[in-house]
């Protein structure tokens, strides 16, 4: 069960980190905080493809030191409730996918399971790469799957 430092609630860090509480619920954290993240992929979709890679970049560079300091600060690597890695992941996932509710939920769906079951090289990653860039760079691969994924299926429907 994911228990969640009450200083989500206090400390900005810990809260963005959290995936704006999203990652407090005691269950499937990740799971929450990638739904908590379609909101805001709804508001960047209609961004030019440049500006929406210059956000990835920016919020998974961010999220490493964000990531790391929360981590540090709980004594804790890659808490479960950290969730800011599934938000970056799962809007890697929906680059170049126009916005609709269906791509959205199958987007989300084809994050978790890769998040989830960590095929090569994604559970090597979360194993052996420490720090906030371990936080995030297993949530990255996973989601450059899921979007490999996410436009073959495009490509062949």
Not at 89 to 108: D, H, Q
Not at 111 to 126: E, G, M, N, S
């Amino acid at each position: 069960m994911n228990r969640a430092p009450a200083s989500v609630w206090h400390r900005p860090t810990h809260f963005l980190a959290f995936g704006l509480g999203s990652g407090a619920v005691p269950f499937a954290p990740g799971t929450f905080g990638t739904l908590a993240a379609i909101p805001f992929y709804w508001l960047i979709s209609e961004l030019p493809l440049n500006w929406y890679m210059a956000l990835l970049v920016v919020t998974f560079v961010w999220g490493v030191w964000l990531c790391d300091k929360a981590s540090q600060d709980m004594g804790v690597h890659d808490h479960s409730g950290i969730v800011w890695d599934e938000f970056v992941g799962y809007w890697i996932t929906m680059t170049a996918v126009p916005f609709s509710w269906e791509a959205a939920l199958w987007g989300f769906v084809i994050f978790r399971v890769f998040d989830v079951f960590k095929p090569w090289p994604i559970r090597w990653a979360d194993r052996r790469v420490a720090g906030g860039f371990g936080i995030m760079i297993d949530d990255v691969l996973a989601g450059i799957y899921a979007w490999s994924t996410m436009h073959i299926w495009f490509w062949l429907h």
